[in-house]
């Protein structure tokens, strides 16, 4: 049925972008006001079928905002921005679910999956402000969001959590997202864990380090550490690690404004 759905986006992108959406994404995508106006034009294309496609639900007694649903969106296609349409439409195609919390959950302890890795220590409640699960939905807290977008914290949830989903298309959870070659695959294993084992070492050590220590938990959350620096700290991530800065470039084709 890829005819339909192309044609439903087709017909989406017809559609004049609301004036609102281009106040929403000024005030609260810092990354967005510094793009070119075709690449702004593209970005809000992006937004319109991604809102259209995805079921939104507002949790917690949080009531779902137009805001709310653009300034995710607007975040969530910067990761696929410089692609082809069609590529960079099904590059979420596992997010079916975006789920939106008003701030910060305390999620009690619970039994983990057969495959599951903890991201926590067993049987100990954890404060979450964002979770991207494998086939299932993405969970988000609407201030952190709004936070990140606007740049008043160094981390974005929102590009963390999808760059977990990025990573999930594989099928596996294990900082590799979908490589065309072998070539491809093995420089990415080398460049990532090379810069992996240095940022573990720094943190273990207690040294100072320019992307968050929760990279260093494991390969998986280094890589959506990774992303938010790349996009929020590109020049800083360059000096600092300037493999691991080429390589994110050429994987998302896009130097963050």
């Known amino acids: ?3 339909l759905r192309d044609r439903r986006r087709k017909r989406i992108v017809a559609e004049p972008v609301p004036a609102q ?5 000024d005030e609260n995508v810092a990354i967005a006001r ?3 106006p075709e690449m702004r034009e593209r970005l809000m294309r992006r937004v319109q079928v991604f809102i259209a496609e995805k079921f939104w639900e507002g949790c917690g007694g949080l009531e779902l905002t137009e805001e709310m649903q653009v300034t ?3 975040q969530a296609c910067l990761l696929s921005l410089s692609r082809e349409d069609h590529e960079a439409h099904e590059t979420f195609k596992d997010v079916a679910s ?3 919390y008003p701030s910060t959950l305390v999620v009690p302890p619970r039994p983990l999956g057969f495959f599951e890795q ?3 220590p067993v049987g100990h409640a954890t404060t979450v402000i964002g979770e991207a699960m494998l086939g299932g939905p993405v969970v988000l807290a609407w201030d952190a969001a709004l936070a990140g977008g606007r740049g008043d914290t160094l981390g974005n949830v929102v590009l963390h959590e999808f760059a977990h989903k990025l990573d999930m298309a594989t099928g596996r959870i294990d900082g590799t997202p979908p490589l065309p070659t072998r070539a491809e695959r093995a420089r990415w294993g080398r460049v990532c864990a090379a810069a992996y084992a240095r940022h573990k070492s720094r943190v273990e050590a207690g040294w100072p380090t320019l992307m968050d ?3 260093a938990t494991n390969e998986a959350e280094f890589f959506a550490v990774a992303t938010e620096t790349y996009f929020t700290r590109p020049l800083e991530l360059a000096y600092e690690h300037p493999e691991l800065y080429a390589l994110l470039g050429d994987f998302y084709r896009f130097l963050p404004p």
């Open 1 to 3: 049925m890829s005819w």
């Open 21 to 25: 959406w281009w106040w929403i994404v």
């Open 34 to 36: 510094r793009l070119s």
């Open 72 to 74: 995710i969106a607007a």
């Open 98 to 100: 975006i789920l939106v």
């Open 118 to 120: 903890p991201r926590a």
């Open 213 to 215: 220590s929760y990279g």
